[in-house]
DNA sequence: TAGGATTTGTGCGTATGTATT
DNA sequence: TAATACATACGCACAAATCCT
């Protein structure tokens, strides 16, 4: 996914938040692993802009806490200590429980289309499972989740949450079952498709809230 | 409280935290109401900066969604629209819950002498009332109120939601009785030290809970 | 220990967008 | 409609900090 050429046309408020997510993709993916050099210069030239805007990119990653800078040093990325990740997961296991019952939006085919939609990459990832295909099924099946409430405070803050463990989460994979982790989530995404088909936004959520916390005593184990 | 000279020997780091928490001080005590334009030029000029490290706080806080820029017109204060607020509110006030279920911290003889000196200082308030100090006054002890967590993704996602909607409150204290908000908010100071007293941040997250709510149906009216 | 290489931080001139006359 | 004023956005050159030899 080569982003080499800029936008040409395009608003300086889009391309901060096109930077933005692209970075955050790949340290959430792992192509930056925690740890990892970014240097302003190079990424600046890959994405076809100064060094300015692409810091504005990264001032907003840091304030996240994805990565860290140091005056002479250079830009690192984070990691996390197991202590933070569960005071994280804590509180992503609440809040995903808050999304059924604040301002659940109205269930639309629409969303029940995109729910069956998720089962279906679910049951191919688990013909053939792959680490970052999971971790990718992952991030889109958050936001599909988020999107289920009105409470655009509660989206945001639980966007900020999920991007600030989602790394660690991969980084363990290799450490479990990869086979039996997929078959988890696609077990997680059944019982989320079976519950948007009785409009039942509670009881998806309820089901988020229990994979959150199994998944987060298996990641302590 | 002139911030007319720079601070020799400080930090980049330490310096954008200043300019950034001064800022928003201004905002939520609103010497700064919504729609004021702020110019990055008399802005560096005050903090004895170029427009470089201002401009660093001035991203936070558009992040923060406390002001806006657009090219070629200005920076402009934000205003929060009703139904906005509302969605805050409400996970502010489940937040304000889940602190005192997670990691609530052990309970320090330091911890209940500040929360009796926060009951005199209401009590001091609520002899001559005025907007400012109450405002400063509801500031502190939300940090306060913060402090009595352990769970560090929790106090900052409360105090991003804080600082969202804080200026509202203040800029509808002129509608309401400021003698009779002064009194409510003086009995929650001495609720929360009777809790504090006994141990119980439990009763003391309670206690703050419903007194968001009840502010909120408040703003409402 | 010293010095050079490398990296982020800063300051400023200019480009670009917007509103007003 | 065009011109002018003024704001933020950008790019670059240099300063400052750190690391390695």
């Known amino acids: 996914m080569p982003v080499s050429e800029?936008?040409?046309?395009?608003?300086?408020?889009?391309?901060?938040?096109?930077?933005?997510?692209?970075l955050r993709s790949r340290i959430?993916?792992?192509?930056?692993?925690?740890?990892?050099?970014l240097s302003e210069e190079p990424l600046a030239a890959e994405f076809g802009t100064s060094r300015t805007p692409?810091?504005?990119?990264?001032?907003?990653?840091?304030?996240?806490?994805?990565?860290q800078t140091q005056h002479g040093v250079g830009t690192i990325v984070t990691d996390v200590d197991l202590a933070e990740m569960g005071r994280t997961y804590e509180l992503r296991r609440e809040l995903a429980g808050l999304a059924g019952r604040l301002s659940p939006v109205?269930?639309?085919p629409d969303i029940i289309a995109r729910a069956h939609r998720f089962v279906a990459r679910g049951r191919a990832l688990a013909r053939t499972p792959d680490p970052r295909e999971f971790a990718r099924l992952n991030m889109d099946f958050f936001h599909f989740g988020a999107a289920l409430t009105e409470n655009e405070a509660l989206r945001e803050a639980s966007e900020r949450l999920y991007y600030r463990t989602a790394r660690i989460w991969l980084k363990s994979i290799s450490r479990l079952d990869l086979g039996d982790e997929v078959r988890i989530f696609l077990t997680e995404l059944e019982q989320t498709a079976a519950a948007v088909d009785g409009h039942?936004?509670?009881?998806?959520?309820?089901?988020?809230?229990?994979?959150?916390?199994?998944?987060?005593?298996?990641?302590?184990a």
């Open 6 to 22: 800029g936008n040409p046309g395009e608003d300086a408020r889009a391309r901060l938040q096109r930077l933005h997510d692209i």
């Open 28 to 37: 959430c993916l792992l192509d930056y692993p925690p740890g990892t050099r």
């Open 54 to 67: 692409l810091r504005r990119a990264l001032a907003r990653l840091e304030d996240e806490g994805l990565i």
């Open 106 to 108: 109205a269930v639309t």
């Open 200 to 220: 039942d936004l509670l009881a998806a959520a309820l089901i988020r809230q229990a994979h959150i916390s199994m998944c987060e005593a298996r990641l302590r």
